[in-house]
């Protein structure tokens, strides 16, 4: 089956050339570099929501506008109710402080309501509704929101960014194709001669198009490892250099999956190139006798 | 089987079993829209028979060799080589059959980047021997043709004698069955053309047919038993299809 990759010199010297010669292994180089970045930030994106949508799946906040003289109660209310957890309120200290970056220091105004806030986790089941109504007894106007509402349109956000990365991989994935067709287009009318000797003396297609198969596999494989490593040092750069990025993600990493998919991009896009020059070198010398 | 004689007509003895390795029947062949430059070819090549295919420029022998070593099809008729039609048998199945086929292309067609060694080496790389087998073979070839120091040479370093040497050598080196030349001695000197007519005459005795388009009289006249196939406006001169012999006795022949 993998015969053709271990032609001999002679077969090799049949096409002549200088080896990684021509402009396939550079557009190679380029699209796998684009892919691997754009791969990365969707795989990144991917895993930014999953961990937003893992850490708010269950997560939901009692507030009470106005603010709570009783606030201690209102924790204790929440912490009784079966099947909820982490209950936690959140300081008004830190209220005041979230508050600053929209209203600047008149958010440390005595005379600014802030409302008191309670953050929960609850299990599948909790009456939310009876919870509410209970902390109404105590804070009049409390209510209870699920985070996932508020963060809803986020997540939304990053998903279809998510499919935007995916998109554009595969679109460079078709560019890099037709360039590889070009490519192998190119390299047949170069050889036309040779490839017309050839097959007067009794060479196949395939055994043709093996000796193009090679050469475009290997050039495709040289350009998109060069590609990869590249992307791949940029990555680092990034991952180690840029502290705000990581803050907005939330701390998000790529995972083990996630490497391994982006590890196996360069050789998915080698087996690509050389399966559509196979396929380009065959229907081409299909028109000859 | 026994073999006939050389020179023996097709169909000279009623009854008896004629091997042909190609079987033209009522053939045309025209290019594109235009007028038919081959018609109505109908004659039979005999196994291990030698010929010479003349006639005046534009008479069609180039296409007849282009139909012979299957790089074109017939517009009509049909043509069978090796007992198998092939007038329109599916590509994929023409590759064995040019393999059994070695030509002499008029203008060399050897492949400018590979070395005299590598172009004469091509039929046997093709029909899958290994660097090994090719080896002593390939040598011995070029020795043959006079080129044994000159195996790592591309071609064009070669003259062109050297360069009709070693197409020569390629047509030749994997024992074909059906030998085809087109004008194979137009550029080498009389003794070099009398020692490459030795090597077809001599592959013709091992039972190759060879068919050789040529111009040159002195040629088919040097050539005992070998017969004349004469075009003229892409046909047969002769109507009735029967192939002749040479209209001169070979010079020497007792």
């Known amino acids: 089956m993998f015969a053709w990759l271990f032609v ?18 550079w557009v190679i180089a380029i699209m796998s570099f684009s892919i691997m970045l754009i791969a990365a930030s969707g795989l990144a994106l991917a ?26 109660t209102l924790v204790r209310t929440v912490r009784s109710t079966p099947g909820v957890t982490a209950v936690e309120a959140v300081p008004e200290s830190e209220m005041r402080k979230t ?72 679109l460079l994935s078709i560019a890099a194709s037709a360039a590889v067709v070009l490519a192998a287009r190119g390299a047949l009318d170069t050889h036309r001669f040779t490839i017309d000797v050839m097959h007067g003396i009794g060479a196949t297609d395939l055994q043709v198009t093996h000796l193009f198969q090679r050469k475009i596999l290997i050039d495709a ?53 050389t399966w559509v020059a196979r396929t380009a070198v065959l229907r081409a010398l299909r028109k000859a006798l | 089987m026994a ?68 790089a074109q099809r017939p517009t009509r008729g049909r043509i069978k080589l090796f007992g198998e039609e092939l007038s329109e048998a599916p590509r994929e199945a023409l590759p064995p059959f040019r393999r059994r086929i070695g030509v002499v ?73 059906l030998l085809v030349a087109d004008e194979p001695t137009g550029n080498v000197d009389a003794d070099m053309a009398n020692r490459l007519m030795g090597l077809f005459t001599a592959m013709n005795r091992l039972g190759t047919t060879v068919v050789v388009a040529t111009h040159d009289v002195g040629l088919i006249t040097a050539t005992p038993g070998a017969q004349l196939i004469r075009l003229e406006n892409g046909t047969l001169v002769d109507p009735t299809g029967t192939l002749r012999n040479p209209p001169h006795p070979p010079r020497g022949a007792g």
């Open chain 1, 47 to 72: 895993s930014t929501a999953a961990l937003v949508s893992r850490s708010i799946e269950s997560r939901y906040a009692l507030e009470v506008p106005g603010g709570a003289n009783n606030l201690d």
């Open chain 2, 3 to 70: 073999r006939r004689a050389h020179g023996a007509p097709l169909d000279q003895a009623p009854g008896d079993e004629v091997v042909a390795v190609a079987e033209f029947d009522s053939v045309g062949l025209r290019y594109g829209t235009g007028a038919e430059v081959l018609r109505d070819l109908d004659f039979r090549l005999r196994s291990g028979s030698f010929y010479f295919l003349t006639g005046p420029s534009g008479a069609g022998k180039t296409s007849l060799l282009k139909l012979l070593y299957l």
């Open chain 2, 105 to 177: 292309f008029q203008d060399f067609r050897l492949v400018r980047h590979l070395s005299a060694f590598d172009n004469v080496a091509l039929p046997l790389r093709v029909a899958g021997a290994s660097d090994e087998e090719v080896e002593g073979p390939v040598r011995e070839m070029l020795a043959w043709v006079g080129l044994a120091d000159r195996a790592s040479a591309r071609p064009p370093t070669l003259s062109g004698g050297e360069q009709q040497r070693v197409a020569i050598a390629r047509a030749v080196i994997n024992r074909p069955e």
């Open chain 1, 99 to 170: 508050l600053e970056r929209w209203l600047g220091p008149a958010a440390q105004s005595a005379e600014l309501p802030v409302p008191a806030l309670i953050d929960f986790d609850a299990a599948p089941g909790v009456n939310l509704s009876a919870l509410q109504q209970r902390a109404q007894s105590i804070a009049t106007g409390a209510r209870i929101s699920a985070h996932r509402a508020s963060v809803g349109p986020l997540l939304h956000s990053l998903r279809l960014l998510q499919w935007v990365a995916f998109g554009l991989v595969v």
């Open chain 1, 8 to 25: 001999s010199p002679a077969e090799r010297r049949l096409l002549g050339g200088p080896r990684f010669g021509g402009p396939t292994p």
């Open chain 1, 221 to 273: 494989l040289v350009g998109s490892l060069a590609g990869a490593v590249a992307a791949a040092l940029v990555l680092l750069l990034l991952a180690s250099g840029a502290a705000l990025a990581g803050e907005l993600t939330g701390g998000a990493t790529l995972g083990l999956v996630d490497l391994l998919v982006l590890a196996a991009l360069p050789f998915a896009l080698t087996l690509l190139a």
